[in-house]
Structures are given as structure tokens and as C-alpha cells.
């Protein structure tokens, strides 16, 4: 089945830097994929929905200066977190459009900022 | 009101018991209707989507929709203690070609 991948699984950085998030549609294209991001018990969040060459959409109340996400190419979308605080410490998960509607996700990045 | 709502947990059932969970929406509109399990550190893997008014089963798992009351459960036969997980609902809205949103979660506990 098809396959979405995530680099890196898990990154530790400093507050005030920034982390890029790779999400790769691994043997299908993908015009379209989401940003999720989840809290410790808490329920998977749309950040926004990237789109192949064109401005990513962002859901209310998401900074999009702070979450810069780059849909270069129908394989590969991208979310960096730029100046990384405590607060941005979450699982970010991505994923991809299915048929039937479905989605397929990757495995996720666990992000903890000192 | 959130959108997709899902009965507080954790939920705690004996082994080989049948485990139910609820999930309420608030956009009459809506569609389609997911159950995805997620395991702790993990992403969401589906389990079951539903379209129509009624029961779909697929082997322990049955979905169960009720647009008139906004409702849609998952109930779970002969529970495993493989079976614990957080089980997330999500709803497509209407007009939106893919994107879904998510319940808070349900936590399932299957007592061996």
C-alpha cells in the first residue's frame, strides 16, 4: 500500500532555532497533503494543508510565519519550525489523501525544544 | 459546541467483553465518517469508514451511523488487550474534498 514517510522521527533543538520536518509520499504523488500537530493526550490537530506549488492553507489561529510549510514537489511537502520555543514541543504527524477519502500517515515527529 | 465529541474516557473493559464508543458531530452536513486507532507515540491507522445510515461490520469491528442524531459509534466484540488504544473519530465536513476533523479520543483499556 502506499506509503508516507517522515524525517526525522524525532529531533531535540534549542529554543530560538529552527527545525524542518520532511514529509515524503514514498511510490505515489501527492498534490495534497496535511500538517498535524498533537499534544500529550490531546486529539490530532489540522495546522494547515499543504498544496504542490501553491501557499499552503492554514487553519485559524496557526502563525504561518512561524510554521513554513513548502509543497515543492508532488512528492515531498515540508513544515519548519521556525524559532522553536517550549511551547512548539508536539508530535507532528503528516499525511496524504487516499482514495475513498481515507488519509495515509506518516509515522510522525516527535519535536522537544529545550 | 466542538465539532466531533467522543465519550470521555478512559473506558476499561474485560478481555473477550464488548467495548462501545461514541462519537456525536455538529455539521448536519457531513458525510463521511472515520475510526482510526492510535497507539501511544504512534500516527492514526484506520479501522473502519462509514457513509450510510445503518451498520457496517468488518470482522470484530461494526460502525454504526445515525445522521438524524449525528452519531456515529464503533463498537469492538471480543475484546483484546491488543485492543487498547485511543480510538479517534473523525468527520469530513461538508465541502471539503479531503480534509477531516478529529475528536478528542476515547481511551480503551482491555483488562486481560
Known amino acids: 500500500g502506499a506509503v508516507v514517510s517522515q524525517h526525522p522521527s524525532w529531533v531535540i533543538c534549542k529554543s530560538g532555532t529552527s527545525v524542518k520536518i520532511e514529509c515524503r509520499s514514498l511510490?505515489?504523488?501527492?498534490?495534497?497533503m496535511f500538517w498535524y500537530r498533537q499534544f500529550p493526550k490531546q486529539s490530532l490537530m489540522l495546522m494547515a494543508t499543504?498544496?504542490?506549488?501553491?501557499?499552503?492553507?492554514?487553519e485559524q489561529g496557526v502563525e504561518k510565519d512561524k510554521f513554513l510549510i513548502n509543497h515543492a514537489s508532488l512528492t515531498l511537502s515540508t513544515l519548519t519550525v521556525t524559532s522553536a520555543h517550549p511551547e512548539d514541543s508536539s508530535f507532528y504527524i503528516c499525511?496524504?489523501?487516499?482514495?475513498?477519502?481515507?488519509?495515509?500517515f506518516g509515522p510522525g515527529t516527535r519535536l522537544t525544544v529545550t | 459546541q466542538k465539532e466531533v465529541e467522543q465519550n470521555s474516557g478512559p473506558l476499561s473493559v474485560p478481555e473477550g467483553a464488548i467495548a462501545s464508543l461514541n462519537c456525536t458531530y455538529s455539521?448536519?452536513?457531513?458525510?463521511?465518517f472515520f475510526w482510526y486507532r492510535q497507539y501511544s507515540g504512534k500516527s492514526p491507522e484506520l479501522i473502519m469508514f462509514?457513509?450510510?445510515?445503518g451498520d457496517k461490520e468488518d470482522g470484530r469491528f461494526t460502525a454504526q451511523l445515525n445522521k438524524a442524531s449525528q452519531y456515529v459509534s464503533l463498537l469492538i466484540r471480543d475484546s483484546q488487550p491488543s485492543d487498547s488504544a485511543t480510538y479517534l473519530c473523525?468527520?469530513?465536513?461538508?465541502?471539503?474534498?479531503?480534509?477531516?476533523?478529529f475528536g478528542p479520543g476515547t481511551s480503551l483499556s482491555v483488562i486481560p
Open positions: 499543504s498544496n504542490e506549488g501553491s501557499k499552503a492553507t492554514y
Open positions: 455539521d448536519r452536513g457531513s458525510q463521511s
Open positions: 473523525a468527520v469530513r465536513p461538508p465541502a471539503s474534498y479531503d480534509k477531516v476533523i
Open positions: 499525511s496524504a489523501p487516499a482514495p475513498a477519502y481515507e488519509q495515509y
Open positions: 462509514i457513509y450510510s445510515n
Open positions: 511510490d505515489f504523488q501527492a498534490t495534497t
